[in-house]
């Protein structure tokens, strides 16, 4: 559940991230860019990042150069929240003192994160144990038939079991750091971030992470473009499948087809995430009643909207906005 942390908001919240020799940089830097810039412009208590890695010596990096990592496993023991990203080989696995350096952390209450192929080195510890998670979907199989224990589910972004939280392959990373930030310290400044990656400021954990399609033609690709464009504009009005193919110049059958194999979903399944994703700013900075806001962003009574919310956010528009309500 998104709800923020009050600790979290009074300190600085620390944060150690693994490096491997032989990975991958993408990860890592994902990692740094969210967690290691300082943000003063935000004013709340920033994270402090560690970069660790289980030896002093340079590690060799995928795309032919070396880097050193300040600091030894000994930080993981002192850190709030834990991350490890893509392992260098998935058939492998790790030492065993990093598992027991995972073991203790989760233990001592560090919050214990993975992205990508970083779920082995956390199935591998055995705190994947009983939980589902995730990884990149072509090491999906290979996760689940290595540690049966684990309940894989190749088909999302990420998975947030609070403590334990795992992602999808190298671009989702991204989505759960976002995540962690708003859990940490709302949707406000998570926004603020997103905005200064230039990347979306949220996408649900139960988004698909691949969708298997040919590539469409320009023309195809624009026009469901502009219905989707069109659809943005007129939320609050009746929108129907019929309404989008028209406005994209296609039969509703072939609008169907174009629409899931470049969305990964239906028309109108995709129509309500975007309304209960513009419910958000509303919910956040006003006090307006939930009826007007079901209203205004297109639902046609607040039970259905109550209905689509909880189902997306895994908690109620009231307590949403309890916990993220900005005072005005």
């Not at 994947?128 to 990884?135: N, Q, S, Y």
């Not at 400021?201 to 969708?211: K, N, S, Y």
């Not at 028209?246 to 109108?268: C, D, E, N, W, Y």
Request: net charge neutral; proline share 7%; charged share 20%.
């Amino acid at each position: 559940m998104l709800i923020p942390s009050p600790e979290l908001r009074a300190v600085r919240h620390a944060v150690s991230v693994l490096a491997f020799d032989g990975m991958s940089p993408f990860e890592l830097g994902c990692v740094v860019e969210i967690f290691g810039i300082p943000r003063p412009e935000l004013d709340v208590p920033w994270y402090e990042l560690r970069v660790c890695a289980e030896t002093p010596a340079d590690l060799r990096i995928v795309g032919g150069f070396t880097m050193r990592a300040e600091h030894g496993l000994g930080v993981v023991a002192e850190a709030d929240t834990v991350i490890v990203p893509g392992v260098p080989d998935v058939s492998g696995t790790v030492s065993p003192e990093l598992v027991a350096t995972l073991r203790a952390a989760h233990a001592r209450g560090a919050r214990m994160v993975s992205i990508c192929s970083g779920a082995f080195a956390l199935a591998q510890a055995g705190l994947l144990d009983g939980r589902e998670a995730t990884t990149h979907w072509k090491y999906a199989e290979l996760l689940r038939h290595r540690f049966p224990r684990v309940r894989v589910n190749p088909d999302v972004l990420y998975v947030d079991g609070d403590d334990v939280l795992t992602s999808a392959g190298s671009a989702a990373g991204l989505d759960l750091l976002i995540h962690l930030v708003r859990k940490d310290h709302g949707p406000g400044v998570a926004n603020s971030v997103a905005r200064r990656l230039v990347i979306p400021p949220h996408r649900e954990g139960g988004q698909a992470q691949f969708i298997q399609a040919a590539v469409t033609p320009v023309e195809d690709d624009d026009a469901v473009a502009t219905a989707m464009a069109w659809a943005l504009d007129h939320l609050a009005e009746p929108i129907t499948v019929a309404g989008l193919a028209k406005v994209a110049h296609m039969s509703q059958r072939t609008f169907i087809r174009h629409f899931a194999r470049q969305t990964g979903t239906s028309p109108l399944r995709w129509v309500i995430a975007q309304r209960v994703a513009a419910s958000l700013t509303v919910l956040e900075s006003t006090a307006a009643p939930i009826e007007e806001i079901a209203l205004s962003v297109g639902f046609d009574s607040p039970v259905t909207f109550r209905h689509h919310f909880t189902r997306a956010m895994r908690t109620s528009p009231s307590a949403y906005r309890r916990a993220f309500r900005v005072p005005a």
